[in-house]
């Protein structure tokens, strides 16, 4: 039969026979597995709760390169943690100054035809080598690395064809953006895009990435290229050749949607505050006074990318009133940015560079200014994603920053180069890169890994375990959200938060802290309670802690009118029963601190149809559980590390 690339890889990593259909669930045999500091203690604290021996994919990495500020012990203690606990159990890691986890990973690591699950949302970025990348919660990549069939439903595959060729001061972000404006952040959900065509064929491995690795903003499963010349000469320059596979969809083959894109026809885009969808052209764009310029991030930091910003800002300088920063996304891009001269264009010019880390991506440090206008051409633009709520932040291409960086608004690169935007053109990728993977520990054989140590400093805390749910509920409402709620929304990011991560109980006491700052004193006084959600709940990242800090706060339940994909894996695996309202309409009938009550639940979750009574109101309602017969299981017994403990008993090992 002829498939889609999708479809083939899929299929190659079937661990149970599928038909697989869209909407069905099929079971996977994982390749590599990612995570990053930030999220990770939890993952590993599971894996250890599991009690296997060793990592039982390929290849596992371990990032330590979101939060490098070390403002007390908490992040230190962290590291110290995951480094031990990587080499205890056969886990690689990139130390601190190596890169970002999604750059590194398709630099060094990924390979086409590859399954990866990362406990990041970005995962996907590694689609621009025809590999498979989904982004899950960290509790997910702890049971991919016990080898247990990760369970996922089948996607949708969209064709994207892509014609034409972008014009200098367009990027691969304004394909990203446009293919956004299109489709919305609900619009992938389900759905992988497959892109394809001769407009595919032009774009380089870092600019099919910044496409990949913002599908999530789409809520796509994940986002994929072939693997062609362009992958070929990408793993070349990373003197890789050998891991090269050619693969493409086959002719003929079929697919569940197909949208047309013509890069010719783009022009520099801008996503306005405060989602990534609200994409206007840039030249449209109030013409504000911008108090920061942050380029950067996994998304849009590669060498092309900021060479080009690099340009410029050739003999010219940011504006007085712009703070400009500049976060490359690796050493060895930094490293060549350095040799060809573009790190000392961005110093001539005033630019700040970072560390080699996430940084300000996700608020750890260079937070905007009171109701500041912030510039990025990182992937986000929520409220408070920059770790100040009353900021704007707006996405653009890093050629657009630059030129905003010099203007003190919102510029094009045309504006400040004129005819010489040509010169953008010219910008190759290296065709070598500078290697040294010595920033990037091995696993120790199994015999000295079991000699080591796991370190546990002050801010390790135990992993919080959810108990099973039990027939009779009947709780309050501790929280009623609006639609579109994100997981920085509950649990926020920044430097001081991100530290707070592997410490539940006190992080657990800022959650939902700048949406509603008493939530967590009045869950935590009702006891057990419920979420009431509008759509979309809890879009945007794969931080499980956005589920974990609740379970702890005793969050039963969500219901809302609809749940985004990663977190509702993480509800189920941290056992908050997710809810969606059988009449959206009931969403309005009912307020916080009423009491909700719910008759033999476990039972009426067996036929996917609860009702509930609200007692204060005086009214029932019907909520479904769109769940699979696994993850009912799964709720059933209290959430993901009840379940795969017994799963493993059960298989013996
Ligand atoms: Fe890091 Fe931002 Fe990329 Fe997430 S989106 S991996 S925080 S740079």
Do not use: W
């Amino acid at each position: 039969m002829n498939m889609n690339l999708t479809k083939k890889i899929l299929a190659a990593h079937l661990a149970k026979p599928s038909d697989m259909v869209p909407g069905e669930e099929i079971f996977l045999k994982v390749d590599q597995t990612l995570t990053h500091d930030i999220n990770a203690v939890m993952t590993y604290l599971a894996f250890e709760a599991i009690g296997l021996d060793r990592t039982q994919v390929e290849t596992s990495v371990s990032y330590l390169d979101h939060n490098l500020l070390y403002l007390d012990n908490k992040t230190p203690d962290d590291h110290i943690y995951l480094q031990s606990v990587a080499k205890r159990y056969g886990v690689y890691v990139s130390r601190p100054g190596n890169g970002i986890c999604h750059a590194v990973q398709v630099a060094r690591f990924g390979a086409p035809g590859k399954l990866s699950m990362g406990g990041d949302s970005h995962t996907p970025h590694g689609g621009a080598i025809g590999m498979l990348c989904i982004g899950v919660g960290g509790m997910d990549v702890a049971t991919a690395m016990t080898g247990v069939p990760m369970r996922l439903k089948m996607p949708q595959v969209i064709k994207v064809n892509l014609t034409g060729h972008l014009k200098p001061g367009c990027n691969a972000k304004e394909v990203i953006l446009e293919m956004l404006r299109r489709v919305g952040i609900k619009g992938g959900l389900g759905k992988v895009f497959e892109y394809v065509g001769p407009g595919a064929a032009t774009l380089t491995v870092n600019e099919r990435a910044t496409i990949s690795n913002m599908g999530a903003e789409m809520g796509a499963t994940t986002s994929i290229f072939p693997a062609d010349e362009q992958v070929r000469k990408f793993l070349k320059a990373q003197k890789r050749e050998a891991d090269f596979v050619e693969l493409a969809a086959d002719e003929g083959c079929s697919y569940d949607g197909e949208m047309e894109l013509n890069l010719s026809e783009l022009v520099p885009l801008c996503a306005c505050p405060h989602q990534p969808d609200n994409v206007i052209p840039l030249k449209d764009v109030e013409k504000k006074k911008v108090q920061q310029v942050f380029i950067g991030s996994c998304t849009n930091a590669s060498y092309s990318d900021i060479a080009k910003a690099a340009l410029v800002f050739q003999g010219r300088h940011v504006h007085e009133d712009v703070s400009c920063t500049c976060g490359i996304s690796s050493k060895q891009i930094y490293l060549q940015l350095m040799k060809d001269g573009y790190l000392e264009m961005l110093l001539n010019a005033g630019v700040r560079l970072l560390e080699l880390a996430c940084g300000p991506c996700c608020a750890i440090g260079q937070s905007p200014a009171t109701k500041g206008v912030a510039v990025r051409t990182s992937n986000r633009n929520f409220k408070g994603r920059a770790g100040n709520p009353t900021a704007e932040i707006y996405l653009v291409n890093p050629e657009s920053a630059a030129a905003t960086a010099i203007m003190g608004t919102f510029a094009s690169a045309e504006e400040i180069l004129g005819d010489e935007i040509v010169k953008l053109a010219d910008i190759q990728e290296p065709e070598e890169y500078p290697v040294d993977d010595s920033m990037i520990v091995a696993p120790l054989s199994p015999e000295e890994a079991r000699e080591v140590e796991v370190v546990r400093g002050p801010n390790i805390k135990p992993l919080p375990v959810p108990d099973a749910p039990e027939q009779h509920l009947k709780v309050q409402i501790s929280l009623k959200t609006v639609d579109n709620i994100t997981t920085d929304d509950i649990t926020p990011a920044s430097a001081e938060f991100s530290s707070m991560r592997s410490n539940i109980p006190l992080m657990s006491q800022y959650c939902y802290h700048r949406y509603d700052p008493s939530f967590a004193e009045r869950a935590r006084q009702m006891g057990q309670s419920i979420i009431i959600g509008g759509e979309n709940y809890g879009q945007g990242s794969s931080r499980e802690h956005a589920a974990i800090n609740p379970m702890y706060l005793g969050v039963k339940a969500v219901i809302a009118k609809s749940i985004a994909r990663i977190h509702k894996g993480n509800l189920l695996n941290h056992g908050i029963i997710p809810m969606i309202f059988a009449d959206p309409a009931d969403y309005d009938r009912m307020d916080i601190e009423d009491t909700l009550e719910i008759h033999n639940l476990l039972d009426q979750m067996q036929t996917r149809e609860v009702e509930i009574t609200d007692v204060t109101k005086d009214f029932t309602f019907k909520a479904r559980l769109e769940l699979s017969d696994s993850e009912l299981e799964v709720i059933s017994c209290g959430g993901q590390l009840r379940y795969l403990k017994r799963q493993l008993e059960e298989m013996g090992r």
